[in-house]
């Protein structure tokens, strides 16, 4: 099979996969309300078994600091329950404290039995579904839109998964992607012991040129070969990490197929140009953009 067959098979496998997404998730949801297993009992039962694991964010642990508003805003009943099922599953030992906290989703430090993790906790306020409709059209007419909103946040969050998937397959600098569940992501940390690592923007490179290499190559790999564009890849989704950029965020990436994966390619080639730019690097967009579309990337195999 040429590349190019693959790519098919590739794209084919994603609508696939989230059709069938979508209607376990419905399922699970018409399941879950005629069993009521989310009457109070059961879940002080739940809540008790993995209370300990969430000390931290319950500002009971060391972690003194953590705005209490966090937990209300974050830890509604159905994110508790995929906390919960990511703990049973042994992807999740503890949850501690938040890293960083966005208009979609806190991101917080947890551990494993395998060392730190980063957890992405994605929102499931009305505000959110409410951004994510300007990506997903819907018709706001008609009934269960909770419910929809929330299954469009959980094949979000799965997309994001996959997506980190992908690039990792294709030996890119990614956080490996551990678990998902609903709108919660397990991922690899990215960071010491002291704190997590910095974003590009806020870091001091000593080695710009090497970088910006490095930020080429990586949207060549992935728009060749994992045949994935990231779509919103600046400054502020890399973090600087031991001397090397690790790129995140990457839910609203797309494959080629899509229609605008060829805008957002130019788009993100253009911010790394600029960042290049800022950073003393006299490179023109033309140029970067013509290296990610023909670097011959073979001999990498
Ligand atoms: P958002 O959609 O809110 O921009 P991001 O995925 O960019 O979400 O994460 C927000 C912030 O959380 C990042 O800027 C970074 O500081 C931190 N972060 C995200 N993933 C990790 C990780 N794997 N390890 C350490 N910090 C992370
Ligand atoms: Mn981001």
């Known amino acids: 099979m040429d590349e190019d067959d693959l790519g098919e098979l590739d794209e084919l496998d994603d609508s696939s996969f989230e059709e069938a997404e979508q209607k376990a998730f419905i399922k699970d949801l018409d399941r879950t309300d005629s069993f009521g297993w989310m009457n109070e009992k059961r879940y002080s039962n739940m809540f008790s078994k993995i209370e300990k694991g969430l000390q931290g964010v319950l500002g009971k642990g060391q972690f003194e600091w953590v705005d209490s508003r966090v937990f209300d805003q974050v830890f509604d009943r159905l994110t508790l329950m995929s906390l919960y099922k990511l703990m049973t599953q042994g992807h999740l030992d ?6 960083a906290r966005g208009k979609e989703a806190h991101v917080f430090h947890g551990t494993s039995d395998n060392g730190p993790v980063a957890v992405k906790i994605f929102h499931t306020s009305n505000a959110v579904f409410k951004n994510l409709m300007k990506y997903i059209e ?12 929330r299954k469009l946040v959980d094949i979000w969050v799965r997309k994001e998964y996959r997506n980190l998937l ?3 397959k294709w030996g890119l600098r990614v956080p490996e992607p551990i678990a998902v569940h609903k709108n919660v992501l397990v991922m690899e940390y990215i960071g010491d012991a002291v704190s997590p690592a910095p974003r590009l923007r806020d870091a001091k490179v000593e080695n710009p040129e090497e970088v910006f290499d490095y930020l080429i190559h990586f949207t060549a790999t992935a728009w060749q070969k994992a045949n994935l564009v990231h779509g919103d890849l600046s400054a502020y989704n890399i973090l600087w990490h031991e001397g090397k950029a690790v790129v995140i965020d990457v839910g609203q990436g797309v494959v080629q197929s899509h229609p605008k994966s060829e805008e957002f390619l130019v788009r993100d080639v253009k911010q790394l140009v600029r960042w290049a730019n800022q950073n003393g690097i006299d490179v023109e967009l033309a140029e970067a953009l013509y290296d990610v579309l023909e670097m011959n990337l073979d001999e990498e195999e």
């Open 94 to 99: 503890t949850l501690d404290f938040p890293i």
């Open 138 to 149: 819907g018709d706001q007419r008609f009934g269960g839109l909770s419910r929809r909103h």
């Open 166 to 168: 992908r690039l990792a």
